[in-house]
């Protein structure tokens, strides 16, 4: 069952990724293997070959950040209707662990703690990222739908 994360886009291609919500323009849409922040989620290039931003010509460039700004709002829309304590939401295109294009959308909570609630994600502590708790699963089916629904409405 993880050996798509071994190849989360060449899985995505064959249909085998689980975490896949929608097939995008350039990519695809993803729920995020942790929800310690409900409804994070990622836009996967649909090129494995691709490493940066920079590497797609400018129609599949404004095409993958088209997309971003779409699963940005799907996510917003969604969090902002179902989870309290909705804040906004963070588009970063960062590539420093994984080397293939990606856009993390990361939902923020009035909630979070003070001392974080203001910084980046990656400053959470390392255990919110391992923690069983936290992990993607089947309790998270109805927010992956919503945002998946939202993303349709978007599209349509």
């Given amino acids: 069952m993880?050996?798509?994360?071994?190849?989360?886009?060449?899985?995505a291609l064959r249909g085998e990724n689980p975490a896949v919500m929608r097939r995008l323009?350039?990519?695809?849409?993803?729920?995020?293997?942790?929800?310690f922040l409900p409804g994070y989620s990622l836009l996967l290039t649909d090129d494995p070959a691709v490493e940066r931003l920079s590497e797609l010509p400018r129609s599949r460039r404004l095409a993958f950040l088209?997309?971003?700004?779409?699963?940005?709002?799907?996510?917003?829309?969604?969090?902002r209707r179902v989870e309290s304590g909705f804040r906004r939401v963070n588009l970063e295109i960062l590539g420093n662990a994984d080397v293939f294009l990606h856009a993390h959308v990361w939902p923020r909570y009035d909630w979070e703690p003070e001392d974080l609630v203001?910084?980046?994600v990656?400053?959470?502590?390392r255990e919110m990222w391992s923690e069983e708790r936290y992990a993607l699963g089947a309790?998270?089916?109805?927010?992956?739908?919503?945002?998946?629904?939202?993303?349709?409405r978007l599209t349509g």
Avoid: N
């Fill in 2 to 11: 993880s050996e798509w994360r071994d190849d989360r886009i060449g899985s």
């Fill in 25 to 35: 323009d350039a990519g695809f849409a993803v729920i995020g293997d942790v929800q």
């Fill in 66 to 79: 088209g997309d971003m700004e779409r699963l940005g709002e799907a996510v917003e829309r969604t969090c």
């Fill in 118 to 120: 203001r910084l980046p």
């Fill in 122 to 125: 990656w400053l959470y502590p």
């Fill in 139 to 152: 309790r998270h089916q109805p927010l992956r739908e919503a945002i998946g629904e939202e993303l349709d």
